[in-house]
């Protein structure tokens, strides 16, 4: 199982960005291609105006189905603020939709479900999720990459134990006691919950990477609720069965949650290239924690982008200090860019980095 060679991995394109070469732990051969990497998770998103313009009227949901749409708020900030990557705009629950699950996004709220999950008799009458339902996705992946060029995409997908939570509480939960309980007292239940849930999210990640995405991250929003036993012996194994579906593809694999500065090695230890860390561990302390041997991911905190600038210039400037101690350093933020930055600071940070060699 292998990516087309007229895949932007294999054809010249991206296989020595910036971007590529920190994810893989080594150095662009090229010298042009030797600037700090730097993206920004939701830079697609709420704090760009254009993005606003271009969502009027459309649910979110429909607007991740619509390939051109998708495509155009995806390229949105890569034209805006020069990023080293673009994310294909997406949600968590998208592979839900996909498969024919009743769910939709409830503006003040978030992802609510119809029919939360109770039983094993809930979790067997779940669809299965096709290849063919995933043609949007793909297509919309295509149409993006034809004109991000040398910039690589980075594919998107929710990890098992997030989405399986969303779908045992049936809408957002603060301690996720639904699915933490679940797995307990129901481990039969949770078990196949997971590897639905597992299923779902792999091949929502092979359609995007076997459509031109050149990377790929798997989001577990709410890992960091669970102790580490939790995550070893309920969570590890289906995330590593979502990662088995692209595994062999030869794209590098990154790993993201919050709260999970006590769960970095095993969630690098599920099959993951790249560690995702969030704005409450020093770089410095995550890459110790992991054996100096995982190239890095973030770690601005988003609460400083209102900060005066000497403030977030500082911040900035320490995170990069911080990731250079590690094998590869991807700047990004902690989490997710807030709706209301004003997208001038994020494109000053971008040049910022770029500056900093």
Known sequence: MTLQSSHPLNDGRTGDSPLIAAYRGRVPKSASASRTPIWFMRQAGR????????????SMLDSCLRPEL???????????????????FSDIVIPLKLAGVAVDIVPGVGPVLDRPIRSLADVQALPVLTEEALQPIRDAVA?????????????????????????????????????????????????????????????????????????????????????????????????????????????????????????????????????????????DEANRRLGGRTPLQGNIDPALLEAPWEVLEAHVRDVLRRGRSAPGHVVNLGHGVPPQTDPTVLSRIVELVHSDN
């Not at 254009?50 to 459309?58: H, L, S, T, V």
């Not at 459509?211 to 960091?224: I, K, R, V």
């Not at 030869?250 to 709260?259: C, I, K, R, S, W």
């Open 143 to 283: 149409l993006t990459v034809e004109q991000l060029g040398a910039t690589p995409l980075i594919g998107f997908a929710g990890a098992p134990f997030t989405l399986a939570a969303y779908m045992v509480e049936g809408k957002p939960s603060r301690d996720h006691l639904g699915p933490r309980s679940m797995m307990h007292a129901d481990p039969q239940t949770w078990q196949a919950l997971a590897n639905w849930a597992a299923d779902a999210s792999g091949r929502f990640l092979k359609a995007q990477l076997e459509a031109g995405a050149s990377a790929a991250q798997l989001f577990d929003s709410w890992a960091g609720s669970l102790g580490v036993q939790d995550y070893q012996n309920h969570v590890a194994e289906a995330s590593r069965r979502a990662l088995d579906q692209v595994r062999g593809l030869g794209a590098p694999l990154v790993h993201f949650g919050t709260g999970t500065s006590e769960l970095l090695p095993a969630m690098r230890d599920v099959g993951v290239d790249v560690i995702g860390v969030d704005y409450r561990l020093p770089l």
């Open 70 to 88: 998708a495509s155009e708020i995806t390229l949105q900030p890569v034209r805006r603020h020069d990023v080293d990557a673009a994310i294909f």
């Open 47 to 58: 704090s760009l105006p254009e993005y606003r313009k271009a969502r009027e009227g459309i």
